[in-house]
């Protein structure tokens, strides 16, 4: 089939490769937001997925908007039988949807009709979720709520970060969207309805969401701080200043600290939560690189019963 591919970030880099390796499709263009501001200089960058299509050739179209007719009228000219998408980040409407003659194939990192939205992974992690997955499913104008094509599933493993974990999905649902569109172009593929019942919701992760409660249980503290990284890093506040923490770990062995009260030794920091403690293993101060805990510790000459959060 000939195809335009739509996405923006390094996730959706595997499946575009993807694409490009197989000998049964030819991906005519990309569709991608515009550059946008980086780094501390504030220049404008290219995504990862145009950097991608330029490496490869390939026709790159950044509309502001997916419902300006330069664009549309771009993408009828472009004639793609189907657009497989892959975290693009713009809704859709209805006049584009209707373009291509087999619709717009979402790859979403989500086991639907669980969690529809921007942070599927994300929240996945928070909740505790033991497995996860990927679907493929025709877009509608409704959010993440079109007929799915297939499925795989992924074990979540205790240690998961929502990177490590998106990197694993990337990869093996770049398979899959391949596949869907094996099977949509040869006819072996019909879009089946999403289930009613188990339908929740997976809205984008704000920095406000991402900052620690420690009166949480730490069970709980640890779900937000691999949910929230690397982005957008679950944080609190001490001395004043943001602090950034990278990875902790439950400490069941300690007990007895008040939430965010921390109890500082030569080779461990631990900070109290709403239950048992739990270690502070990587920490990124405000302005300034990761460090392991202790050296941040050494550094500011930390005392025990200081507080986090405060």
């Not at 793609?80 to 693009?88: E, F, H, N, T």
């Not at 701080?225 to 690397?230: E, G, L, Q």
């Not at 602090?243 to 500082?264: N, S, T």
Request: glycine share 10%; proline share 8%.
């Amino acid at each position: 089939m000939r195809l335009v591919f739509a996405g923006t970030p390094e996730v959706a880099v595997p499946a575009l490769d993807a694409l490009l390796a197989s000998d049964r499709h030819e991906v005519a263009a990309v569709v991608t937001r515009p550059d946008a501001p980086a780094g501390r200089g504030r220049r404008l960058v290219a995504s990862p997925v145009a950097e991608r299509a330029a490496e490869a050739g390939i026709e790159i179209l950044r509309p502001r908007r997916p419902r300006d007719p330069d664009f549309q009228d771009r993408l009828r000219r472009i004639a793609p039988d189907c657009c497989p998408v892959v975290a693009y980040g713009a809704l859709l409407p209805k006049s584009a949807l209707d373009i291509p003659a087999h619709g717009w194939v979402n790859l979403h990192f989500s086991l639907l009709p669980a969690w529809r939205g921007a942070a599927p992974v994300q929240h996945a992690l928070l909740a505790g979720d033991e497995i996860t997955g990927a679907t493929t499913f025709l877009i509608e104008e409704g959010l993440d709520s079109g007929p799915v094509f297939g499925v795989l599933t992924e074990q979540i493993r205790a240690q998961d970060t929502s990177g490590d974990l998106l990197t694993r999905l990337a990869l093996a649902g770049a398979g899959l969207l391949v596949a869907t569109m094996d099977g949509v172009e040869d006819g072996t593929l019909r879009a089946t309805p999403q289930p009613a019942e188990g339908i929740t919701s997976a809205p984008k992760f704000t920095v406000d969401d991402a900052r620690v409660d420690w009166s949480a249980p730490a069970l709980r503290v640890d779900r937000l701080v691999r949910a929230c990284t690397p982005a957008p890093g679950a944080w609190t506040v001490f001395r004043g200043e943001r602090l950034k923490l990278r990875q902790i770990a439950p400490a069941p062995e300690h007990a007895g600290l008040a939430p965010g009260e921390l109890a500082v030794e030569k080779h461990s920091v631990h900070a109290g939560t709403g239950s048992h403690a739990v270690a502070l293993r990587w920490v990124q101060p405000q302005g300034k690189k990761p460090m392991r805990a202790e050296d941040w510790a050494r550094g500011l000459r930390l005392a025990s019963g200081e507080r986090l959060g405060a």
